[in-house]
Each structure stands twice: as C-alpha cells, then as structure tokens.
C-alpha cells in the first residue's frame, strides 16, 4: 500500500499540508518551525523536514525519536525510497519558500527575469513562451520585474512581442542575453 493511503494526513487535524510526516507532529503554535512529536513529546525546531529526520533516525542533525522502534513494531517506517519521495517533496517546499523570501529584495531592488536559449526544443513555440512568460510574471507581480532578458531565438521574440503589445506592459525593453552576458 502506498505510504499516503497508509498514513492518510489529507485534513489531518492541525496539519499545515498533507506532508506525512504530520503523522507523527504537531506544530507548536506561534513558533514557525517547531514541532511537538506525537510518540516522545519532544519538540523539533527546523521544520518538516528536520522532524521527519527526528523520526527516521537519518541524520546526526536532531536527537532521534527514542519511542520509533516501539513504534515501530505495530506499523511499517516509511522506506528509503519512501522516505526520499516526502523529501523531495518537502523540499521543493523549502525551495518555494526560499523564493517568496526573495519577494522582500524584488520590492527594494526590482527583478530581472531570465528566459535563455532551450530553441533546440521544437514544440516551445511562441505560444509556448508567451505562457510561461505570463505566468512567470504574474507570480513574481509585474511591478517588481525592471527588465525582461531573452535571447534572440525567434519564437522567444514572437513570445515577447506579444506580450508586450496585449499586456501593454510597463516592463522595460528587452534584450539579447548573450549581449547581457558581456555586460561588466
Ligand atoms: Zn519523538
């Protein structure tokens, strides 16, 4: 049985998302970050992903749970493959929560977007980069993004004119990201 069914968290009680490792912690409430564990009380601070190396007994980072070989015993511990899947997924999550942190410098300091050169794939028309472009820059908000860098590649160009004349964007010009590359 896949881990999830196994430890079902969707609408767990108190749960911030489905990650499985709300299974076995509860988050400490006003203080981001720690989590009570549900088999030995202990509190983990760090996250997610800390907690569930509490629980796994993966690294020397946090003190492993004393209670899991116990417990252990009634249920089946998620497996290395298991286990690495709800990694990955946590941290892409990390990840996600690093990049909204950068939101607070994109105020300050304004945001260039990158979009370079993957021409070699021919389905990524205009169509193609006009959509991700849209979408790249409805999340990061079009008032923190000063410039747009693209290459020269001609769908990339259709992509970007097109967005400039339907968005009637406020966005700077665009230029050639080779030529971007030789700026000091
Ligand atoms: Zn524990």
Redesign the pocket.
């Known amino acids: 049985m896949p881990l999830h069914e196994e430890f079902p968290t969707k609408g767990l009680e108190g749960a911030p998302s489905n990650d499985i490792g709300w299974h076995f912690g509860t988050p400490v409430p006003n203080a981001k970050g720690n989590i009570v ?1 549900k ?4 509190v983990v601070k760090g996250g997610i992903t800390r907690f569930k190396e ?2 796994t007994h993966k690294t020397c980072n946090v003190a492993p ?4 070989t116990e417990f252990g015993q009634d249920v089946n511990l998620p497996t290395p493959y298991e286990v690495s899947d709800v990694y990955l997924e946590s941290e892409y999550q990390r990840l996600r929560d690093w990049a909204n942190g950068l939101k607070t410098h994109w105020k300050e300091l304004g945001a260039t977007l990158m979009c370079d050169d993957v021409s070699s794939v021919r389905s990524r028309d205009a169509e193609f980069y006009y959509s991700l472009l849209d979408s790249v820059v409805e999340e990061i908000g079009e008032n923190y993004i000063v410039q747009i860098v693209t290459d020269n590649e001609a769908a990339i160009k259709a992509a970007r004119k097109k967005f400039n004349v339907e968005k009637k964007t406020s966005i700077l010009d665009l230029m050639c990201s080779s030529l971007f590359r030789l700026m000091p």
Do not use: A
Not at 65 to 68: A, D, I
């Open positions: 564990c088999l030995c009380g202990k509490h629980i749970c004393p209670n899991v």
